[in-house]
T-cell receptor, first 116, second 120 residues
Framework: DADVTQTPRNRITKTGKRIMLECSQTKGHDRMYWYRQDPGLGLRLIYYSFDVKDINKGEISDGYSVSRQAQAKFSLSLESAIPNQTALYFC???????????????FGEGSRLTVL | AQTVTQSQPEMSVQEAETVTLSCTYDTSESNYYLFWYKQPPSRQMILVIRQEAYKQQNATENRFSVNFQKAAKSFSLKISDSQLGDTAMYFCASFQPFNAGGTSYGKLTFGQGTILTVHP
């Protein structure tokens, strides 16, 4: 089983619908992230979290919200989906950064969202 | 703010040949790390190689090696003896530690990606 699991893997929805993408991890990491991948733009950070009480906006958080239900679960919501939110979404985790750590992130397999 | 630029949207190479993917970055920090990630059609993000900025020696992982030019802020990936399984999107990324509200984080900034196709 994957260490970082995202559901759903693929989703097609209509403009204005509420969508939730879920992420769970078994790596025991504190830090979790949501990224969005678009062609020609690479991956961009949406939100990141240290624990259930710590949520931070990334560079493209408008139109998104998140919930850290537990250390192992981090959900991304689109309250009212629009077509330009069509993208591939990745959840990632990392351990506590300390001097000497190389900062590797561990990714889920991605959730492809299409908003019609 | 960090920026990472990959100027080659697509590259192709013949099987068994060598190919180099380019990446430049910009950061004002002295402590950072650089990565190359591979994304095959399965969409999985796979770490290929990492480089600590404070190390002068170029990192090597089997057929993959980097040419890290710190002064020029350049971080290219060389794939030797290319294989069909190397066909994928490759992302260059820069990791920078930072603090937010007293908590340490690491932010990974990605380039735009290079699609590499290995031909038989």
């Amino acid at each position: 089983d994957a260490d970082v699991t995202q559901t759903p893997r693929n989703r097609i929805t209509k403009t204005g619908k509420r969508i939730m993408l879920e992420c769970s991890q078994t790596k025991g990491h504190d830090r979790m992230y949501w990224y969005r991948q678009d062609p020609g733009l690479g991956l961009r950070l949406i939100y990141y979290s240290f624990d259930v009480k710590d949520i931070n906006k990334g560079e493209i958080s408008d139109g998104y919200s998140v919930s850290r239900q537990a250390q192992a679960k981090f959900s991304l919501s689109l309250e009212s989906a629009i077509p330009n939110q069509t993208a591939l979404y990745f959840c990632a985790t990392s351990d506590l950064y300390a001097l000497g750590d190389t900062g590797e992130l561990f990714f889920g397999e991605g959730s492809r969202l299409t908003v019609l | 703010a960090q920026t990472v630029t990959q100027s080659q949207p697509e590259m192709s190479v013949q099987e068994a040949e060598t190919v180099t993917l380019s990446c430049t970055y910009d950061t004002s920090e002295s402590n950072y790390y650089l990565f190359w990630y591979k994304q095959p059609p399965s969409r999985q993000m796979i770490l290929v190689i990492r480089q600590e900025a404070y190390k002068q020696q170029n990192a090597t992982e089997n057929r993959f090696s980097v040419n890290f030019q710190k002064a020029a802020k350049s971080f290219s990936l060389k794939i030797s003896d290319s294989q069909l399984g190397d066909t994928a999107m490759y992302f260059c990324a820069s990791f920078q530690p930072f603090n937010a509200g007293g908590t340490s984080y690491g932010k990974l900034t990605f380039g735009q990606g290079t699609i590499l196709t290995v031909h038989p």
